[in-house]
């Protein structure tokens, strides 16, 4: 996938297969139609950390190719705005943390101009952020007034059962069977947002990988008894 001139990559995991849907399903139905090329201005999401925002908006420039762009402000605030001149030559445009520079005036211009700039190419604009567009600390009314025009989604959290699951399908998506008793063993033992959890379950597919060994709770005891000590 083509990424304008930013120096970045998608990641291998982040796409529609590996996302469990449960409690957002609408959401992502409405993110695959975008990414297949159906009508509309693009939507808003929003929720907590580790909720997979990020996730969500690589998926659909995964699935749309090279007619889409991923800018994660997390890695180009500090750089400067000027990173969003010529991305409404896309089809899809995906802003993620945008409230990162919300309040910024020289950012708050910029994607006021992109808006106008989408609309006006018939384009769809996809931001994700911490809060709802009015909660957002959006300075620029012009800019609040027209991101409130765009569909609102909350991301909702998992509960543990659904931990498991997202576990699971991230393993079976790996090539990896995961158990019941050793995924609920991992969210006793690591930290329990999803970002962590899955950061625990890649270092443990390549131990696994190494060792040529199942994930039994063992394994997993074992591997991470060894990176505390």
């Given at each position: 996938m083509?990424?304008l001139a930013?120096?970045?990559?998608?990641?291998d995991?982040a796409?529609?297969?590996?996302?469990?849907?449960?409690?957002?399903?609408?959401?992502?139905?409405?993110?695959?139609?975008?990414?297949?090329?159906?009508?509309?201005?693009?939507?808003?999401?929003?929720?907590a950390?580790?909720t997979?925002?990020?996730?969500?908006l690589?998926a659909?420039?995964?699935a749309?190719?090279?007619s889409?762009?991923?800018?994660?402000?997390s890695?180009?605030?500090?750089?400067?705005?000027?990173i969003?001149?010529?991305?409404?030559?896309r089809e899809?445009?995906?802003?993620?943390?945008?409230?990162?520079?919300a309040?910024q005036?020289?950012?708050?211009?910029?994607?006021?101009?992109?808006?106008?700039q989408?609309?006006?190419?018939?384009?769809?604009?996809?931001?994700?952020a911490?809060?709802?567009?009015r909660?957002?600390?959006?300075?620029?009314?012009?800019?609040?007034?027209?991101?409130?025009?765009?569909?609102?989604f909350?991301?909702?959290?998992?509960?543990e059962d659904?931990?498991v699951?997202?576990?699971q399908?991230?393993?079976r998506?790996?090539?990896?069977e995961?158990?019941?008793?050793?995924?609920?063993?991992l969210?006793?033992r690591?930290?329990r947002?999803?970002?962590?959890l899955y950061?625990v379950?890649?270092?443990?597919d390549?131990?696994?990988?190494?060792?040529?060994?199942?994930?039994?709770?063992?394994?997993?005891?074992?591997?991470?008894g060894?990176?505390?000590?």
């Open positions: 083509s990424q930013l120096p970045l990559k998608l990641a995991h796409v529609f297969a590996s996302f469990l849907d449960n409690g957002n399903e609408t959401l992502v139905a409405t993110l695959f139609g975008i990414a297949a090329g159906g009508d509309g201005h693009g939507c808003w999401l929003w929720g950390a580790s997979g925002k990020t996730h969500l690589q659909v420039c995964d749309a190719g090279d889409a762009a991923y800018v994660p402000l890695m180009f605030a500090d750089i400067g705005a000027d969003l001149d010529g991305m409404a030559s899809v445009i995906c802003i993620d943390d945008v409230d990162l520079v309040g005036e020289a950012w708050e211009s910029a994607l006021f101009t992109l808006f106008n989408v609309s006006e190419a018939g384009a769809q604009l996809i931001i994700s911490a809060a709802a567009p909660e957002c600390g959006i300075g620029l009314a012009d800019l609040q007034s027209r991101f409130a025009r765009l569909p609102v909350q991301l909702h959290a998992l509960n659904e931990r699951s997202a576990l399908l991230r393993s998506h790996r090539g990896l995961l158990a019941d008793d050793t995924a609920r063993y969210l006793k690591s930290r947002d999803m970002a962590s950061e379950l890649d270092r443990l390549g131990e696994a990988l190494r060792a040529k060994r199942r994930l039994t709770i063992p394994f997993v005891r074992d591997v991470l060894s990176e505390r000590g």
